[in-house]
């Protein structure tokens, strides 16, 4: 059997059977890293040759053989305020919106998305008041194979006044990882949050009314003679 893409091989494996009935199922493992697959679409090519010899009994190769394909997803992410800013300055709490776009799922199927803010000098989880790392999970539906879905977190601002975040994003299905996209040095994934700067306080000085001179104010009780 040759996983890959078309005229393109990426792994081979064989499996040894002794049938015992006229129908049977046989397996065949790959063991791929699909690491650097990710949105590519794989297909499974298979040969059947009697033990100890190179003569094909049959096979069966095609491409658009949706059975015999894997897709392989990929994400990307892009990490901003609600209103889209990389930079951003809060009062109190700030709300982050991880906008993740998929390539390569399958159409009318469920998965979860889980995000997780990074501190970008530490490469540690941001913690809460709580002590416990600041993540939030949406589940969605998809429509299409390739399409977008948000993860949305708000964030007291003196937990991560100062820093620069990394939002760290994993598709999963069924509770398994299914592809991560977790890198500190993505600029889009990324919001440098600003320390609030205090407004300095006015200073007031009393101006004399209009019209009006120091010349013109008589001290009370005080009389002036005529010749």
């Given at each position: 059997?040759?996983?890959?893409q078309?005229?393109?091989p990426?792994?081979?494996?064989?499996?040894?059977?002794?049938?015992?009935?006229?129908?049977?199922?046989?397996?065949?493992?790959?063991?791929?890293?699909?690491?650097?697959?990710?949105?590519?679409?794989?297909?499974?090519?298979?040969?059947?040759?009697?033990d100890?010899?190179?003569?094909?009994?049959?096979?069966?190769e095609?491409?658009?053989?949706e059975?015999?394909?894997?897709?392989?997803p990929?994400?990307?992410?892009?990490?901003?305020?609600?209103?889209?800013?990389?930079?951003?300055?809060?009062?109190?709490?700030?709300?982050?919106?991880?906008?993740?776009?998929?390539?390569?799922l399958?159409?009318?199927?469920?998965?979860?998305?889980?995000?997780?803010?990074?501190?970008?000098?530490?490469?540690?989880?941001?913690?809460?008041?709580?002590?416990?790392?600041?993540?939030?999970?949406?589940?969605?539906?998809?429509?299409?194979?390739?399409?977008?879905?948000?993860?949305?977190?708000?964030?007291?601002?003196?937990?991560?006044?100062?820093?620069?975040?990394?939002?760290?994003?994993r598709?999963?299905?069924?509770?398994?990882?299914?592809?991560?996209?977790?890198?500190?040095?993505?600029?889009?994934?990324?919001?440098?949050i600003?320390?609030?700067?205090?407004?300095?306080?006015?200073?007031?000085?009393?101006?004399?009314?209009?019209?009006?001179?120091?010349?013109?104010?008589k001290?009370?009780?005080?009389?002036?003679?005529?010749?």
């Amino acid at each position: 059997s040759t996983l890959g893409q078309s005229n393109d091989p990426i792994a081979t494996a064989s499996t040894k059977f002794t049938a015992e009935d006229a129908h049977e199922s046989v397996e065949v493992v790959f063991d791929v890293d699909t690491t650097e697959l990710a949105g590519k679409s794989l297909v499974c090519y298979e040969t059947l040759k009697t033990d100890g010899s190179d003569e094909i009994i049959v096979s069966h190769e095609d491409p658009q053989d949706e059975s015999q394909t894997m897709h392989v997803p990929s994400i990307s992410t892009t990490l901003t305020d609600q209103n889209g800013m990389h930079q951003v300055t809060g009062e109190s709490t700030v709300l982050l919106v991880d906008k993740v776009s998929y390539q390569n799922l399958m159409p009318h199927s469920t998965y979860q998305l889980e995000g997780t803010l990074m501190d970008k000098q530490t490469n540690r989880p941001i913690k809460g008041a709580d002590g416990t790392d600041i993540h939030e999970s949406v589940v969605f539906t998809t429509q299409d194979a390739d399409g977008t879905a948000e993860v949305k977190i708000e964030v007291p601002i003196d937990l991560v006044a100062g820093k620069d975040i990394v939002a760290f994003e994993r598709l999963c299905k069924n509770d398994i990882v299914l592809v991560a996209h977790e890198n500190l040095k993505d600029v889009a994934q990324t919001v440098s949050i600003r320390r609030p700067t205090s407004t300095p306080e006015a200073k007031y000085t009393s101006t004399p009314k209009s019209g009006t001179t120091k010349n013109d104010t008589k001290k009370s009780g005080s009389t002036t003679s005529e010749p």
